[in-house]
């Protein structure tokens, strides 16, 4: 299982990014997928993710903001109307199970992406 992140970088407030994930190793549909975000001194919080039922878990900071999918052998995250304090890495993963968006439920990381927003 390999996960490469792409995207990532300086934007200002009230712009968007997209964040990709191009997976590898493993069928892509029947795994849980999450995004995930760390800011220093913190562990990663869950942001979006999508357990292997199906449900979609969005932190509530985000919500009506950023989008969770999944095409062919891609994971991705569209954030649109970006805030200050969205800034931090944003981390990629993927699990069989991942029944909840928190970081021990999930094994297979990316290597993360630098999203900062200027105000």
């Known amino acids: 299982v390999q996960l490469v992140q792409s995207g990532g970088g300086l934007v200002q407030a009230g712009g968007s990014l997209r964040l990709s994930c191009a997976a590898s190793?493993?069928?892509?549909?029947?795994?849980?997928i999450g995004w995930f975000r760390q800011v220093p001194g913190k562990g990663r919080a869950g942001v979006v993710c999508?357990?292997?039922?199906?449900v979609t878990f969005t932190e509530e900071s985000v919500k009506g903001r950023f989008t969770i999918g999944r095409g062919n052998a891609e994971i991705y995250l569209q954030m649109d109307s970006l805030k200050p304090e969205d800034t931090a890495v944003y981390y990629c993963?993927?699990?069989?199970?991942?029944?909840?968006?928190?970081?021990?439920?999930?094994?297979?990381w990316g290597q993360g992406a630098q999203v900062t927003v200027a105000s």
């Open positions: 993963a993927t699990d069989v199970w991942g029944t909840a968006c928190k970081e021990s439920e999930y094994v297979y």
């Open positions: 190793g493993f069928l892509l549909e029947y795994y849980a």
């Open positions: 999508i357990d292997n039922e199906g």
